[in-house]
């Protein structure tokens, strides 16, 4: 090829390099310069060319932001020098304002006799590559303040159990320093008694997850995720690990487990206190209504007969008549006791059992309101006595709700064994009520049945809607099942 030849191909590579070129005379007076410095420095090649750089802008700086003097940029440099220079970091201000950080390589274009007679520059936009470095030490400040901040520390080990990356505030429950375990290995004697160290040994062999470490020395706990940690092709080269500081956490556990205790302690205590009191309760009642029966139904008894005789004596229709009314008032009297006796304690609650009990009340409210009622008794499980006394006594609240305040024309109640214990339900077709709206404070009714369910360790549903009747369910558990519990 000839020297013309290969001036032109030389000069079009010039041109379409994606690298500012320009060369410069003795003086640093720009002679050449090509496309992509016109388009980095923003500035057309005639207006650059015969003058220094430093001069087509009012803002050379070098690296640190020093304002560069007139002629004595890199291509000075590599002039006096009498060879190269790389990689020299200015920044520029281009006429529209805008600023370029430039990465310049120069170097000293000789003549005849090796004299130097200029050079050449090669420069570089590399704005985006420092504010991409500039960001990215940011972020890694931040994740630095971050962690020396917050109650974590982030380790990564390598798979021999290098320690490769150590950081955060948490360090301190590990009983370690950063410094004094990077590049160090969880394998050394040293730390075999931390116990942080165990857990990442334990990790490295991969046994991978969510610990919990307890620290004796600091009485700190942690909480310690570890994950593997794999390089591009999935291959693991090591491990990572977050350890959070969780001994707040795992104090107000601590706590609210043991206020919980506390508080089924005092739930037991107060059932047993409601138990003794239901219990005291029957047995002064069974006790009044026997003296009552063997009292004052004798007493009337014997009036009753007394009188029966006093009457055959007589022949008088006024007095005999008189007699009768008496007569009757007494088998009023004496009925009325029965019923009371009878709502005091029944007898054959204990004889015969709840559902003969209720049987004997649901007829008491048929004779006195005209409530009519079915009684569905699919008993299998024999009730023990505090049992019986509880599902009667309710079924009792809920019944005489039923006679104050429904309205109803009928009342269905099923006694019936199902779910390991006893099933009570009273259902009337009555006028219903909002169970939400507030409780009157002397409405008491509701309250002891579900007091008297949940101290046999059962549970009390009232399901009531205006116009739609009133459903009451009970469930009481098998002693037995309540005693393995
Ligand atoms: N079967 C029912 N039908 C209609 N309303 C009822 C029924 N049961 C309870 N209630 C309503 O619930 C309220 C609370 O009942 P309760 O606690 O037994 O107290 P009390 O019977 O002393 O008013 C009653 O005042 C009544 O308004
Ligand atoms: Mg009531």
Redesign the pocket.
């Known amino acids: 090829m000839k020297a013309s030849d290969l001036n032109v191909v030389l000069s079009s590579v010039v041109e379409t390099v994606a690298e500012g070129i320009c060369i410069v005379d003795e003086a640093s007076l720009v002679q050449y310069a090509n496309r992509e410095m016109e388009k980095i420095l923003g500035v057309s090649r005639a207006d650059m060319t015969g003058h220094l750089i430093s001069d087509i802008t009012d803002e050379l700086l070098d690296s640190d932001g020093l304002l560069i003097p007139r002629g004595q940029g890199a291509s000075r440099l590599a002039m006096t020098r009498g060879r190269p220079v790389y990689d020299v970091e200015q920044s520029f201000r281009r006429p529209d304002g805008s600023v370029v950080n430039l990465s310049v390589n120069a170097a000293p274009l000789r003549g005849a006799g090796a004299a130097v007679t200029g050079a050449v520059l090669s420069i570089r936009d590399i704005t985006d590559r420092l504010r991409a470095e500039a960001e990215l030490r940011r972020s890694q400040e931040r994740l630095t303040m971050l962690m020396s901040n917050a109650p974590i520390a982030l380790v990564a080990l390598d798979n021999s159990g290098c320690v490769t990356f150590c950081e955060g505030r948490a360090l301190k429950a590990f009983g370690v320093k950063a410094r004094d375990i990077i590049g160090g290995s969880v394998f050394d004697p040293k730390f075999a008694a931390l116990e942080g160290m165990r857990a990442l040994r334990n990790a490295l062999r991969g046994d991978h997850g969510i610990s919990r470490v307890h620290s004796t020395t600091l009485d700190i706990d942690l909480e310690l995720r570890t994950q593997a940690l794999e390089d591009e092709g999935g291959r693991v080269v090591g491990l990572i690990g977050v350890a959070v500081d969780v001994t707040d956490r795992t104090r107000a556990e601590a706590a609210a487990q043991e206020s919980l205790e506390q508080l089924l302690v005092a739930d037991r205590s107060r059932c047993q206190l409601i138990d003794r009191l239901v219990t005291a309760q029957e047995e002064e009642r069974r006790r009044i209504a026997a003296d009552m029966h063997d009292d004052s139904l004798q007493v009337m008894g014997a009036i009753s007969l007394r009188m029966a005789r006093v009457r055959a004596r007589t022949n008088d229709a006024r007095t005999r008549e008189a007699m009768d009314d008496v007569q009757a008032t007494i088998e009023l009297a004496a009925t009325r006791l029965r019923h009371l006796l009878f709502n005091l304690r029944p007898p054959m609650l204990d004889r015969e059992g709840v559902a003969a009990a209720l049987r004997e009340y649901l007829e008491q409210l048929r004779d006195d309101t005209g409530v009519h009622y079915r009684l569905h008794d699919r008993l299998v499980l024999q009730l023990s006595v505090p049992q019986r006394t509880n599902l009667f006594r309710i079924a009792q609240?809920a019944l005489?709700?039923v006679r104050?305040h429904a309205t109803a024309s009928r009342v269905d109640v099923t006694l019936e064994s199902r779910w390991n214990g006893t099933l009570l339900s009273v259902r009337d077709d009555g006028q219903g009520f909002d169970p939400d709206r507030g409780r009157r404070p002397d409405?008491l009714?509701?309250l002891a049945m579900n007091e008297r369910a949940e101290m046999m360790g059962g549970s009390c549903e009232i399901h009531s809607a205006e116009g739609e009747g009133t459903r009451v369910r009970v469930w009481l558990p098998d002693p037995a099942q309540v005693q393995t519990a």
Do not use: F, P
């Open positions: 609240e005489v709700n104050k409405s009714g509701l």
